[in-house]
């Protein structure tokens, strides 16, 4: 396959993401041969920077989240810097003037990528100027990649999605969410489909219930001011933690073809049992972090964070469970819980089969351990098998036994989410790439909660740092007979 040729274009190109993500992705890329000699990136922000100085930005950036110190100056060449006023539309007939003459430079081929890589109020009307002072009007290929968050609710999102709904065709839109290009999340994929051992067992006559997490040690750090206005669930669960949900109940796709998976994937959300005022208490629950002691170090509370309300109302952590109300699921809960200032950082996936209908090799506590299957996405990654084997001794008693793969020992370089995604963007490939449909789903279902939560106030804080969030994490489970494996 020939390397692909464009002019990628980042808008925010002096912000945190594009350096601490985008270059550091676009130089292993080009490490590793996957951008050809035809591609120059147009670095485009406010700030005015010399050629130089922007070339340095991008030097020092891969040497700090990179620490590889080669071939700099030569891939530093193909970038590129453009001052540029995202209000004034003369500006943008400047830049389409400098994306030409790079593309003749560089021989691109005509084809374009738009990277918005900046405060998501400029997505719809960059969007739109692009489309109308002809930018777009290239002769290869255009795409845009737009950044969480799409939207602040549905109603927000569906606004975005028709502003840039009208600059760009849905087939041109990669939107990204950077766990869709985690190299254990896209394999829950093949353990479940390439497997003969899993897939005749994922339903509901053999397991009992699924458990995603996503915690963090960190607290909100720098990000208060965004933060408070988002919460846990609009920043992790309508985005990541939904992604997953859909990855591990979809039906196996028609074909490995963007449209066959992201169609499987809607079908999941459009089977969530939706809730209403009066249940969301009784499916999802909330907490705050407060102070506490880690490490013998004392942290401070979410409420004394820069760019935080002294009272706020705002949740660090969301424990929930989601009913898929389909053939195959009906009756198996998705548990799912995320927050910060959590015990450990940890992203993992734990699928709990059903208990045989009688099992009389119990092991020395007289207890029967069920079988797990756990899916580790970050920071470890692997798949561990929780299993009972014999006791070693004179008696039949079982043992709870594990099989693991750890994907550390396999000894390759593992691509990062980023520079996997950008890889996709530039091939055409948007499978892991998120459809405007499972965008407004996902808000559609966590709207309801919001809104109960924007009304009936939390009584905040309720978890300590360092802690596994509130207690009633642990309620939503026991409740239904189930407790949270902390497997991590
Ligand atoms: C981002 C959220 O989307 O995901 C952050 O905005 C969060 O608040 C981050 O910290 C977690 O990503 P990861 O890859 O570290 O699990």
Redesign the pocket.
Known sequence: QDTPRAIIVIFGATGDLANRKLYPALYRLYRNKKLSDHFAVVGVARRPLTQEDFRNNVKASIEEYQGDSIDHDEFASHFHYNPFDAQHLSEYQKLDNFITELDQHHQAGGNRLFYMAMAPNFFGPIAANLKSQGLTDNKGWSRLVIE?PFGHNYETAQALNDQIGQAFDEDQIYRID??LG?QMIQNIEIVRFANAMFEPLWNNQYIANVQIT?S?V?G?EE?GRY?DE?GALR??IQ??LLQMVSLVAMEPPAKIHPDDIRYEKVKVLRSLRPLTDETVDDYFVRGQYDKGIVDDVELNGYRESNGVEEDSNTETFVAGKFMIDNFRWAGVPFYVRTG?RMKE?C?KIVVQFKDLPLNLYKDNEGTINPNLLVIHV?PEEGITMHLNAKKTDYGMTSKAITMHYDKSLENVEVPE?YELLINDCINGDSTSFVHADEVALSWKFVDTISKRWEKVKANFPNYASGMNGPDISDTLLNKDGFHWWETC
């Open positions: 969480k950077h766990y985690k996503s963090e960190l909100v990000r933060y988002s920043d992790m985005n990541h910060k950082k992203t970050a989410a």
